[in-house]
């Protein structure tokens, strides 16, 4: 079976300041992964996405991930905060369930940026 | 381009009515997904398809209904038997191959008045 943690449903950060949003994962077969981005009365949007080989994963906008297998973890990080980064962020790990692609979503992080 | 294309972005219902949400793609996916979301509580998976003329319950199935009988389309009816239907509506869509992830419409925020 497949699960995602997101820790801290509220994360704010200062513009400029560096973006870490936690997730961890926990999964029986190797895990594909995701980060969706999702802005106010809009449908999410996929950041970026591990399946295999490199374990840091460039995505959109300047974010990026790392896969770290012995932590069970995907968190996304971004250098510099801009207030356009001001969204919820869904982590995401897939699997199968009754032979179907099944995506299982973390409860998201919602990020405030202030100025 | 290909994409999800949901309508309408905003839905008002009154009590005792059922409402259908549409859901279109042309994006050729065999799957196609519904989910609700309310503040602070994260994506629920309503109802989902696999394949034409086939879709199973997911976590909240109880008062909404759907049908596929096309590929490209996959709408959702709210019931009169959802006592609580205000909230915004996701419709997704995929491959059968879990590498690609989903593919989300923009929505339908539906209201009760």
């Known amino acids: 079976a497949q699960s995602v943690t997101q820790l801290g449903s509220h994360v704010s950060v200062s513009e400029g300041a560096l973006v870490l949003l936690r997730c961890n994962y926990s999964s029986s077969v190797p895990p594909y992964l995701f980060w969706y981005v999702q802005y106010p009365n809009q449908g999410l949007q996929l950041l970026l996405k591990?399946?295999?080989?490199?374990?840091l994963v460039k995505g959109i906008n300047g974010f990026e991930a790392e896969f770290k297998k012995s932590e069970t973890s995907f968190h996304l990080t971004k250098p510099s905060a801009h207030m356009s980064d001001a969204a919820e962020y869904f982590c995401?790990?897939?699997?199968?369930?009754?032979?179907?692609?099944?995506?299982?979503f973390g409860a998201g992080t919602r990020l405030a940026v202030h100025p | 381009d290909g994409g999800i294309t949901q309508s309408p972005k905003y839905l008002f219902r009154k009590e005792g009515q059922n409402v259908t949400l549409s859901c279109e793609q042309n994006?050729?996916?065999?799957?196609m997904y519904w989910y609700r979301q309310d503040p602070g509580q994260g994506l629920r998976l309503i109802y989902y398809s696999q394949i034409v003329n086939d879709f199973q319950k997911g976590d909240i199935a109880e008062g909404y209904s759907v049908s596929r009988e096309k590929k490209e389309s996959f709408p959702l009816t709210v019931t009169s038997a959802q006592k609580n239907p205000t909230a915004f509506y996701l419709c997704?869509?995929?491959?059968?191959?879990?590498?690609?992830?989903?593919?989300f419409g923009s929505g339908t925020r539906l209201t009760v008045v």
């Open positions: 591990y399946t295999t080989g490199a374990t």
């Open positions: 997704a869509s995929s491959t059968t191959d879990r590498v690609d992830g989903y593919t």
């Open positions: 994006l050729n996916h065999d799957a």
């Open positions: 995401a790990v897939s699997g199968f369930s009754g032979g179907y692609n099944k995506l299982i």
